[in-house]
């Protein structure tokens, strides 16, 4: 293995604390990212794409800034003619050379060659993907132009060195998004909701809390494992347990977030009729009729569905058990067929 040489060093060290300030508003790879990158493994073109497998759907291209012809990744070369990509299936997620696989002559030869690298002049190219899940990819690809300008084993080195960083992109990307939809719901929370929000001031005091998070402070901060945590640099998330709940902090920047939740809830079947006619938007009488009960019993079971699930709303219970629904009248995500329209 090649040693990494001191500039190098020096390059990756600052990329890495550049890199999430580099990000796109709506998802972690820019082309200015790319850019980047180029400076640091020299290539003709870098570019970043996402692809589904199953069904098999390319979705998403990010060029670098200033290029003005970006290589377009075809979706019609089947998986099985990448040597990459069929090493990919084996769960290696580290850089690859199209050259670990094939001769120059040997690519000329192939399908991919032909309608993928050819068209655009590619004759080089290196590859190192982001961990996920087997049928999707997230890849970062680095082309070159010129046969005799072969991609080195210190460009793979260095790819293998930021490949863990460049994962850690999306988990950060996530948390912005989650601190921003917490964020722009403080004024909206109600005491009973399961996730409330802190912010923190410049020596980690709190300025703020949603009234969720007011809730569940007490509980937290009655042994001082809140505090400790907060001194101890926050390394992970905070879990406390009480029974089947479980408070779990994290931080995000200059923001908590606290979330409550319960390690099962059982509902009877009744409740959970009641509950799915709740998340359609049915008043108790509508929910009554549907079900042929008296208004009174309807919201006797919206009672012990409430204590079941810790909530106090009618939101609250619905976002507890059946997570998040988007548009009344379809398909709710864990809903029993027989309770559909």
């Known amino acids: 293995m090649p040693a990494l040489a001191r500039g190098d060093a020096e390059r990756l060290i600052r990329f890495v604390s550049e890199a999430e300030s580099l990000g796109g508003e709506d998802h972690p790879v820019s082309g200015d990212l790319l850019f980047e990158l180029g400076r640091i493994v020299a290539a003709d073109w870098v570019t970043y794409y996402e692809h589904d497998c199953v069904p098999s759907h390319h979705f998403l291209d990010v060029g670098r800034t200033g290029d003005s012809d970006q290589p377009y990744v075809s979706c019609v070369i089947d998986l099985n003619e990448n040597p990459i990509r069929l090493r990919r299936r084996q769960r290696e997620f580290g850089a690859l050379r199209i050259s670990d696989f094939l001769t120059r002559r040997e690519l000329h030869r192939t399908r991919l060659y032909d309608v993928n690298f050819r068209p655009v002049g590619v004759e080089q190219a290196l590859e190192v993907d982001v961990p996920s899940q087997p049928s999707h990819w997230k890849t970062f690809a680095f082309e070159r132009s010129d046969s005799e300008r072969a991609f080195t084993e210190r460009d793979r080195l260095v790819l293998d060195l930021l490949q863990p960083h460049l994962g850690s992109l999306w988990q950060a990307a996530s948390m912005r998004r989650r601190l921003a939809a917490a964020r722009a719901g403080l004024e909206q929370t109600e005491p009973g909701e399961p996730r409330g929000v802190i912010l923190l001031g410049a020596r980690d005091e709190f300025e703020y809390a949603s009234a969720p998070a007011r809730r569940l402070l007490p509980e937290l901060t009655a042994d001082g494992s809140l505090v400790e945590w907060l001194e101890s640099g926050c390394p992970g998330p905070l879990v406390h347990r009480a029974g089947d709940r479980r408070l779990i ?60 699930l810790g909530v106090k709303t009618r939101t609250a219970a619905i976002a507890r058990f059946l997570g998040p629904i988007e548009v009344e009248g379809e398909d709710v995500p864990g809903l029993p067929s027989p309770w559909r329209n």
């Open 249 to 308: 902090v994290e931080r995000v920047g200059d923001a908590l977030l606290l979330e409550e939740t319960r390690d099962s809830v059982s509902l009877t079947v009744r409740e959970r009729e009641v509950l799915v006619w709740v998340a359609r938007g049915k008043t108790n009488p509508e929910i009554a009729r549907k079900l042929w009960l008296a208004p009174s019993t309807v919201s006797k079971h919206l009672e012990h569905i409430y204590a079941k």
